[in-house]
T-cell receptor, first 113, second 115 residues
Framework: GQNIDQPTEMTATEGAIVQINCTYQ??????LFWYQQHAGEAPTFLSY????GLEEKGRFSSFLSRSKGYSYLLLKELQMKDSASYLC??????????????FGTGTLLAVQP | DTGVSQNPRHKITKRGQNVTFRCDPI?????LYWYRQTLGQGPEFLTY????????KSRLLSDRFSAERPKGSFSTLEIQRTEQGDSAMYLC?????????????FGPGTRLTVT
C-alpha cells in the first residue's frame, strides 16, 4: 500500500525552530518533496530530497532517511508568514507511470507572536 | 511566463450540471497533472499528460470525468452530471525535467462548489 503520515497541526513561536516529520510507505521511491500551501492558494515548492541526508536552503532544511522511510522539514527563525500548511509528497513508481506525487494530508503550522 | 494559470478560479453549479475547467501550463512544460484537494487533505492525483498523451488516470476518476490536452499545451477537465461529492479544489500542475526529477509547479486552482 501507499501511506504518508505527518502531524495534522503544530504550533510554534515566532523566532523559534520547528521540525515537521513525515513517514512514508510507497511503491518505489524517486524522491520526496516538501510544499508550502497558504490557505486558498496553490502549493509552492520548498525542497526535494532523493539521497539520504540534509538539504539546506536558507531558513528551510529538509532531511531524508530512505532506509527508515522518514523525512523532516526544519524551519528556523520562524516568521508569522510561515503560518501555512506544509505538505510532504513522495514521487514513486506506480505501474508504468513515474513522477506522480502522493501527498500526505499536510501539517497546519500556526506561528504565534 | 508567469506560471500555471487556471480558469475559472471559482465555479458554483447545481447538481447534475456539467462543468469544464481549463489549465494553461508554463510554456514548454511537457508534463501536465490534475489533482483534486478537499479541505484538510493533501492533493490527490487524478491524471497526467506528457505532451498530448494521457498516460495515467487515477481510479478516483469515475467515467463522469474526462481530461484532454489536444495540442500538448493547455488542458481541460470536464465533469459531467456533477454530484455534491465533486465539490473540491481542482489543481493543475506542470513540469519539465529538472536533473533527475520533474519539479511540479502548481496553478492557483479552481474551486468547485456543487449545490
Amino acid at each position: 500500500g501507499q501511506n504518508i503520515d505527518q502531524p495534522t497541526e503544530m504550533t510554534a513561536t515566532e523566532g523559534a525552530i520547528v521540525q515537521i516529520n513525515c513517514t512514508y510507505q510507497t511503491s518505489g521511491f524517486n524522491g520526496l518533496f516538501w510544499y508550502q500551501q497558504h490557505a486558498g492558494e496553490a502549493p509552492t515548492f520548498l525542497s526535494y530530497n532523493v539521497l539520504d541526508g540534509l538539504e539546506e536552503k536558507g531558513r528551510f532544511s529538509s532531511f531524508l532517511s530512505r532506509s527508515k522511510g522518514y523525512s523532516y522539514l526544519l524551519l528556523k527563525e520562524l516568521q508569522m508568514k510561515d503560518s501555512a500548511s506544509y505538505l510532504c509528497a513522495v514521487e514513486g513508481v506506480y505501474g508504468g507511470a513515474t513522477n506522480k506525487l502522493i501527498f500526505g494530508t499536510g501539517t497546519l503550522l500556526a506561528v504565534q507572536p | 511566463d508567469t506560471g500555471v494559470s487556471q480558469n475559472p478560479r471559482h465555479k458554483i453549479t447545481k447538481r447534475g450540471q456539467n462543468v469544464t475547467f481549463r489549465c494553461d501550463p508554463i510554456s514548454e512544460h511537457n508534463r501536465l497533472y490534475w489533482y483534486r484537494q478537499t479541505l484538510g487533505q493533501g492533493p490527490e492525483f487524478l491524471t497526467y499528460f506528457q505532451n498530448e498523451a494521457q498516460l495515467e488516470k487515477s481510479r478516483l476518476l469515475s467515467d463522469r470525468f474526462s481530461a484532454e490536452r489536444p495540442k500538448g499545451s493547455f488542458s481541460t477537465l470536464e465533469i459531467q452530471r456533477t454530484e455534491q461529492g465533486d465539490s473540491a479544489m481542482y489543481l493543475c500542475a506542470s513540469s519539465e525535467p529538472t536533473g533527475s526529477t520533474y519539479e511540479q509547479y502548481f496553478g492557483p486552482g479552481t474551486r468547485l462548489t456543487v449545490t
